[in-house]
C-alpha cells in the first residue's frame, strides 16, 4: 500500500497557550505542490513550524509516508524526510556555497543533485553564502533542503526580499523538482498568481482557520474567491 507523502489531522499550534492554526486537516500525495496563502498573520508560518518539528503541536496527528511524526522533535521530522526552508533562510553566511551543502547533505549525489537543480550555484562554489545575491541565496537554501532528499519540502515565503522576476525564475524549478523526484511540497508564498500556476492545490488561511482551498487552477480561475478568503468571508 503506498501512503500519501503527507497527512495532516486536525492540526492545531500556536504560541504561550493561543493557536494560530485551529483544525487543519490535510493530504499531499508524492510529488504534488500546495500553495499555503494567506494574509500576514494568518497562522501559515506557525503551521510548517509545527509540521518541521519546530514548534510544539496542541493537537492533530502527522504522518509522512504513513510514519506518524512526534510533535516537536526538529531531528525526527528531519530523518523521517522533511526538510524546511525559513523566510530568513537560514545560511552560513561565512561558510562557501559547497560548504553549505555538504553540511546538510547525505551523500555527494544528493550534492551533484542539488547543482543540477541550480546549476547557477556551481559558478558559485567557493563564494561565502554572505556575498551571493539574494536570489542565489534562496537558491542555495533550497538547495540546501533538496541535499536532504526530501519526502516532504516546506518552504517559506519564498519570494522574501526578491524581485518578482527572479521569483518567476524559481517556481517553475520547484515544479520540475515535484515531478521529477516526487517531493512533496508546501509554498509559502505572496506572490499568489505566480504561486497557484505551479502548484496543483491551493488553500488559503485566514485568522488560524481553512477560507478556500481547492484545485490551484479553480483558485486561478476565480480571483475574487481568493481576495474573499484574504478577508476572511469566504467559505471553506
Not at 546549476?119 to 542555495?140: D, F, I, N, T, Y
Amino acid at each position: 500500500m503506498t501512503h500519501p507523502a503527507l497527512e495532516i489531522t486536525g492540526l492545531r499550534a500556536g504560541y504561550t497557550g493561543a493557536p494560530a492554526v485551529r483544525d487543519l486537516d490535510l493530504t499531499l500525495q508524492s510529488g504534488e505542490i500546495l500553495a499555503l496563502l494567506g494574509p500576514n498573520g494568518a497562522g501559515k508560518t506557525t503551521a510548517l513550524l509545527a509540521l518541521a518539528g519546530l514548534l510544539d503541536r496542541m493537537a492533530g496527528e502527522v504522518r509522512v509516508a504513513g510514519q506518524p511524526m512526534g510533535s516537536n522533535r526538529p531531528r525526527a521530522s528531519a530523518k523521517a524526510g522533511v526538510a524546511f526552508v525559513p523566510d530568513d533562510r537560514a545560511l552560513f553566511r561565512t561558510l562557501t556555497v559547497l560548504e553549505n551543502l555538504k553540511l546538510a547533505a547525505r551523500t555527494r549525489a544528493g550534492v551533484d543533485s542539488a547543482l543540477d537543480v541550480f546549476p547557477r550555484l556551481r559558478e558559485r562554489l567557493g563564494v561565502a553564502a554572505g556575498m551571493l545575491s539574494g536570489g542565489e541565496q534562496q537558491m542555495l537554501a533550497i538547495g540546501r533542503a533538496l541535499v536532504q532528499e526530501p519526502k516532504v519540502l516546506l518552504i517559506d515565503e519564498l519570494s522574501m526580499g526578491l524581485a518578482p522576476v527572479i521569483v518567476q525564475s524559481i517556481l517553475p524549478v520547484l515544479r520540475s523538482v515535484a515531478d521529477e523526484s516526487g517531493t512533496a511540497i508546501i509554498l509559502v508564498e505572496q506572490h499568489v498568481q505566480l504561486a497557484l500556476a505551479i502548484a496543483d492545490h491551493g488553500l488559503v488561511l485566514a485568522h488560524g482557520a481553512v477560507a478556500l482551498r481547492g484545485p490551484a487552477s479553480e483558485l486561478i480561475a476565480h480571483p475574487e474567491q481568493v481576495e474573499a478568503a484574504y478577508l476572511g468571508t469566504a467559505a471553506a
